[in-house]
Each structure stands twice: as structure tokens, then as C-alpha cells.
């Protein structure tokens, strides 16, 4: 640290909601601030992909402004160039049935599965719409609890769990999907629905911080917290195929906005702009 340095920061919710266990407890959230205190505060810059987490990292660590560099996060590239055939092999490889809600996200309390499980079972009881549920990702502690949870909602014949799958596979699960359903309580920025804009598939998204100014009008945004709204979204998808169709054509042109190549050099333009002061010592 006893050199300028650039340093990215994904989210600071150890701070905005430090009551999920995975931020607060086991030492967590102090290994997380001794980190992040030193090391942000000491950063020639940082780099948020929202103007929301700019505002974040001001408030809570008195950064001054004009050191923190807003550039959003590109889609990843792997789901820009797919292709351009859907591959329905993958339901037979993982056993799965088709228009399946997916999921791809740790089994963290923070990604909120219990919630979306709670709006499948609305669908099923109120308007007798049977989805099953894909997904995918490596068990961070919680999964033992949703796997009670689907027992106690009688959900077992509509839940897929498939561990964590090569991107190859993650590319044909989204193409797949009827909707990304991606109901995670932590913001500001996130790769999934990115992913999912890239390869046609609707999203479905939390109304979080950053949320908005992330995705715009290509994705549904819902209370994370709210079973019952997040029902009513599948549901309308479910209802309307124009309004499916309106979200994978917006997704296509945001996924587009913003590519790797423009993310390199917007940090080579932070480059250049500290090369004035950087000229200054040996």
C-alpha cells in the first residue's frame, strides 16, 4: 500500500444490512471493516458501477468525491458471443422441465430463496400455476434450511437444485428459463441479470439499492421482501407474452450498453488523468 492504487468496490452492505449472518458474524463484519476502512480511505481511487455506490462509499467512509470513479460493470463476456442455437440437451442433462423459474446464486440468507419459494407457492394455491424452480450455486451455509422450508411448503416435486454448473451449462440454463427470477436483498450492482439480458432471457429483479439505475426498464422490479409481489411478476410474464417479449428485447440493448472494452478504458482514462500528479516524485 505504500503505492498509488486503484481498488473496486462491489458492496458495502456489512454496513446497510449487517443482520445477515454472512456479513456480521464469525468476525465477518469487523474483518470487513478493518479492510475496507484502511484500505478505501487510502485509495488514490475506487471504483463503483453505480452512482448509488458512490454515494455509499462518501457516506460511510468520508471518501472525498472526486476520488471515486462511477463505471458500471460490463456484461461478462462469456454470454456475449453464445451460440446461436438454444441447446434444449441441458433439460436432459440435469433433469430439469421446461419454463422453469431460474435462480443462479449462493445459498447465502442474502440471495432470498425463501421468498421466492413463499410467491411459488401463491402461484400454485391462488391461481393453480405450477413452476418449477431451478437452482444453481454452491451451498454458503443455508441450504439445509431452504431444503426445510420447500418440505413445509410441500414444493419438493417443483425445486431443482443443481449445484454449481460450468458456464458453458449457465449459458443453455438462461436460454432456457422462462425468467430470471433474482430476488437478492444486496445491491448496488449485480452480474446475473446482466448475464440473463445478454441471452434473451426476462428478468425478474429486486427493487434494491441501485436496482433502478443498474438495469432501467429491462427488468421487473419487485419487493424482495414481499412474496405476493414478486407472484403478481411471474404471474403477468405468465399472462402476457408481449410484455416477455418487450423485457428480451430491452435486455438485448442493455446488455449492450456497456462492454468490457468501455469499462479498460474508462480506467485507462483514470490513468491518464493521474499521470499530472504521479509525475511529481521518483
Sequence with gaps: ????????????????????????????????????????????YILTGTEIGKAEVEYFYQVPSERIKVLPFPTPLFVLNPPPTQNKEILKKYSIPENYLFYPAQFWPHKNHVNLLLAVQILKDRYNINFPVVFSGSDKGNQEYINKQISKLNLSDQ?????????????????????????????????????AFALGCPVIASQVSGSQEQLGDAALLVNPKDPEHIALAIKSLWDDINLRQTLVQRGFARAAQWTAEDYVKGVFSILDEFEAIRRCWK
Excluded: C
Design 1 to 44: 500500500m505504500d503505492i498509488p492504487y486503484i481498488v473496486t468496490v462491489w458492496d458495502l452492505q456489512h454496513r446497510v444490512q449487517s443482520y445477515f449472518p454472512e456479513v456480521s458474524t464469525n468476525g465477518e463484519w469487523d474483518g470487513r471493516e478493518e479492510f475496507l476502512s484502511k484500505t478505501l480511505r487510502r485509495a488514490s
Design 159 to 195: 425445486v431443482y437444485f443443481l449445484g454449481f454448473v460450468p458456464q458453458e451449462d449457465l449459458v443453455s440454463l438462461y436460454r432456457n428459463a422462462f425468467t430470471l427470477t433474482f430476488l437478492t436483498f444486496f445491491g448496488p450492482d449485480n452480474l446475473p441479470p446482466l448475464e
